[in-house]
């Protein structure tokens, strides 16, 4: 069996020792600092850890990760699949069922037996470096994740909360279309609503609205939108309230779901989920939505698999192909890194080519 010590590692900061593990939120209320992963299904985990230390990420060891070949990743839908799926979703939104929906694919590669997610995370680290960037290795309980996520889920001081939802991606600011605009400004209508269900009336505002922040490779409008709690709503009523995020399921957000449901064929996992740490000592959070994620799964029979997702948001204004290609640009670079288009000295092959199955070359 695969048995690395759990641990968990977000930023400059790794937390090892593990305590307990559980599925129930409210241990988030109680002490202690604790590693949080939630699938976008409901699947909670969350573990406590006993030590927390100040640590950079390593650098990458050469060999330490043996990544898939870059023809070995395979697509659970490809492009007319995908495509015909952007087709369905504008169909809804003539009908007046929906006015957004993220449609995602799962990509996945055959991993090595003994493949370490924390090996993964020196190579993004320098390959993608990302705000909400983290690992959690929970070997023993079935989680095995490497996060280079750009945007906020939650963040929490105290009774204060903030979301900074991402809606809206180019490869260059001037490439930025007004639907991005449109895309954004309707999620954080719904992020208003979600947050207002557990937040003070009137404490629920928008400091910031379709700022521009450059990632690598590509840009992305970003919002805050920030509220204070009531004082009888903790973790358990915030996570109900909130999730999955507004930005990778659609408005309205119980339609979105629903076609989602309909559209995709593979469990997204912690793929969209929420990925990150609660300190429950001091009253201070930081949970990712889990995009720009790779996972290790070892469920499924034969060898693991490494799995990976990408998704866009579909509105009217929507064009398949264009669709189809911002799932491309989203993952490419992050896969060139996974099947070694990075090097232990910071190189990176800025070509960002990767090759799905049975898809052609994709950029």
Wanted: hydrophobic share 40%; with cysteine.
């Amino acid at each position: 069996m695969h048995d690395l010590p759990a641990l968990a590692r977000f930023g400059d900061r790794v937390a090892t020792g593990l305590l307990d593990v559980t599925s129930d939120p409210a241990a988030l209320d109680s002490t202690g600092f604790w590693a949080v992963a939630a699938d976008y299904e409901g699947r909670l985990t969350c573990a406590r850890f006993r030590d927390v230390r100040a640590e950079p990420v390593p650098a990458p060891v050469p060999g330490r990760w043996r990544g898939p070949a870059v023809g070995d990743w395979a697509s659970s839908l490809d492009r007319e699949a995908y495509t015909r799926g952007v087709r369905r979703i504008r169909a809804h939104i003539a009908t007046g069922e929906v006015y957004q929906v993220n449609l995602c694919r799962v990509l996945s590669a055959p991993a090595a037996a003994d493949a370490d997610v924390d090996a993964l995370t020196s190579l993004l680290a320098r390959g993608n470096p990302a705000p909400y960037a983290g690992t959690i290795r929970l070997p023993r309980h079935g989680v095995e994740i490497a996060t280079a996520s750009p945007e906020l889920f939650l963040r929490r001081d105290g009774r204060v909360v903030e979301s900074g939802p991402i809606k809206g991606t180019a490869p260059t600011e001037p490439e930025l279309l007004t639907k991005d605009h449109a895309e954004n400004v309707m999620i954080v209508d719904l992020v208003r609503n979600d947050l207002g269900r557990v937040c003070t009336t009137g404490s629920v505002s928008v400091p910031d609205l379709c700022a521009v922040e450059k990632h690598p490779g590509l840009v992305h409008l970003v919002s805050t939108v920030r509220g204070e709690l009531r004082p009888d709503a903790g973790w358990p009523e915030l996570l109900a309230a909130a999730f999955p995020a507004g930005s990778i399921t659609g408005a309205p957000k119980s339609s979105a779901v629903r076609i989602i449901r309909e559209l995709e064929t593979a469990p997204r996992g912690p793929y969209c989920g929420g990925i990150g740490w609660v300190d429950a000592d001091r009253g201070t959070a930081a949970l990712a939505v889990g995009i720009r994620t790779f996972w290790i799964d070892r469920t499924a029979d034969g060898p693991p698999a490494l799995r990976f997702g990408a998704g866009a948001g579909i509105t009217w204004d929507s064009d398949p192909e264009g669709e189809w290609r911002e799932t491309g640009l989203k993952a490419a670079r992050l896969l060139a890194v996974a099947s070694g288009g990075f090097d232990a000295a910071g190189t990176y092959d800025t070509a960002g080519t990767y090759r799905v199955s049975g898809e052609g070359p994709t950029t």
